[in-house]
């Protein structure tokens, strides 16, 4: 069965560092999300993109954060500059259309700032 | 307050007990999903609804809509189903999910 895949699974970095997370979507899926959680807190939307750009974004989703498809195949999140405060699990997900479809969520990137 | 609140925040069971989790939302939405969230943290959608009820193996989703509540069942639980189980919701005008902080369930042999 098809799956979403995210690399790295285990992420740690210096805070001021910069960071790329990167995602492998459903071959077939047109919509591509990023999803953050916090240590025991809810998951949180990121942003969407669709059609090569940002379709929507959250107010955490800041200047310090960019997405690409730089190919056919590959998408991802950078943090320029990451802040002890960007430690989380990142989650990609895709969809096959927007609105009434189910996304599916990769494994998650596990990011640790010191 | 938040606009999706799931009750209750924790649950133990043992196993073959009929589990029930339920999600409130103050949104109009377009879908409301439930999903599974493993203890490695990996996310598994379960179910997307925008009416009535949808049924997989034990487990039973509706959503009522005028109310704006949904429920998730489980019937005969097993210990594999411990996870945090997350209800989450699209409102009409927008792309992202909302997210609730999740139930968190442990079925005991």
């Known amino acids: 069965e098809p799956e979403v895949t995210q690399t790295p699974s285990h992420q740690v970095t210096q805070m001021g560092q910069e960071v790329i997370l990167r995602c492998v979507p459903i071959?077939?899926?047109?919509?591509f999300y990023w999803y953050r959680q916090i240590l025991g807190q809810k998951v949180e939307f990121l942003v969407s993109f669709y059609n090569n750009e940002i379709s929507e974004k959250s107010e955490i989703f800041d200047d310090q954060f960019s997405v690409e498809r730089p190919d056919g195949s590959n998408f991802t999140l950078k943090i320029r500059s990451t802040k002890l405060e960007d430690s989380a699990m990142y989650f990609c997900?895709?969809?096959?259309?927007?609105?009434?479809?189910?996304?599916?969520f990769g494994p998650g990137t596990r990011l640790l700032v010191l | 307050k938040n606009e999706v609140e799931q009750s209750p925040q924790n649950l133990t069971a043992q196993e073959g007990e009929f589990i029930t989790i339920n999600c409130s939302y103050s949104v109009g939405i377009s879908a409301l999903h439930w999903l599974q969230q493993h203890p490695g943290g990996g996310i598994v959608s379960l179910f997307m609804?925008?009416?009535g009820k949808k049924k997989h193996g034990r487990l039973i989703a509706t959503i009522n809509i005028q109310e704006k509540h949904s429920s998730l069942h489980i019937t005969a639980s097993h210990p594999r189903d411990s996870a945090v189980y997350i209800c989450a919701v699209r409102s009409w005008d927008t792309d992202k999910l909302i997210f609730g902080t999740g139930t968190r369930l442990q079925v005991f042999p």
């Open positions: 071959s077939n899926h047109l919509y």
């Open positions: 997900a895709s969809s096959e259309v927007q609105l009434q479809e189910t996304q599916y």
């Open positions: 609804l925008s009416s």
